[in-house]
Every structure is written in C-alpha cells, then in structure tokens.
C-alpha cells in the first residue's frame, strides 16, 4: 500500500511562486512513476509534472514548463514541485499520484501527459490559488 500526502498549498499573486511537497509512504516497489495532477473548476485533469524514479526521467507539461520544477530530496520519499511565474489559469487543485509501471518509462511518460488514468495512488490534494 502507497500513501501520498501533499502539503504546500496556498494562495498568491500572479508573478508569485509557491512550493508543493509530496511525502510518499509504503511499498515503494510499486510507484516507479510518480508525478502532479491538477484539476480547476470544470476542467478535466492534467497532468502536470513528473517523475520515472528508474531514470530520473522527467516530464513537464508545456504550459508550466521553463515555470515549474520537480524536485526530491529523497528518491522514494519526497516529490516537490516548485512553481514560479504563476498565472490565474495556474489555479487548481493539485495532486500527487503513483503508480507502477513495471520499468517502462514510455508507460510512465503516457500517464504522465494524460488526466490520470493508469495511476493507482492519489493524496487528499492541495489547493493553489493565483488571484489578484
């Protein structure tokens, strides 16, 4: 059993820069891919940035990329994502997710860029707020 838990959310203005952390527990064997999911009011989720613990692969949407930075302190234990420049339409709920893919970074990469589907392990969700 994975157990995520997020932290860091919060409110800003746009221009702002805030700090997400995801604290992974559990059977680390089964979260080779790990990554943030965000979801605004109405909208699908999408993935936001993420990790293939195998390789340190990394994936990064195209509308955060050159903003946001994935980062661990550990690799099993901590994700953070630091978010800089950040714009209204940044607002969400962001969320931490695992799931295994059994070695395969193209999986992972597929997951990564999709609304979720094919991860196993969600935390709560932390909401971030870019308002004026």
């Known amino acids: 059993q994975v157990e995520l838990a997020e932290s860091g959310g919060g409110s800003v203005q746009p221009g702002g820069s805030l700090r997400l952390s995801c604290a992974a527990s559990?059977?680390?064997?089964?979260?080779?891919?790990i990554g943030w999911f965000r979801q605004a009011p109405g909208k699908e989720p999408e993935g936001v940035a993420g990790?293939?613990?195998?390789?340190?692969?990394?994936y990064y949407a195209d509308s955060v990329k050159g903003r946001f930075t994935l980062s661990r302190d550990n690799p099993e234990s901590t994700l953070d994502l630091q978010m800089n420049s950040l714009k209204a339409e940044d607002t969400a709920t962001y969320y931490c997710?695992?799931?295994?893919?059994?070695?395969?970074?193209?999986?992972?990469?597929?997951?990564?860029?999709?609304?979720?589907?094919?991860?196993?392990?969600w935390g709560k969700g932390a909401l971030v707020t870019i308002s004026s």
């Open positions: 990790i293939f613990l195998r390789t340190g692969s990394r």
């Open positions: 997710a695992a799931t295994r893919t059994y070695g395969s970074w193209a999986d992972c990469l597929r997951i990564l860029g999709g609304s979720g589907g094919g991860m196993d392990y």
């Open positions: 559990g059977a680390s064997y089964s979260r080779d891919c």
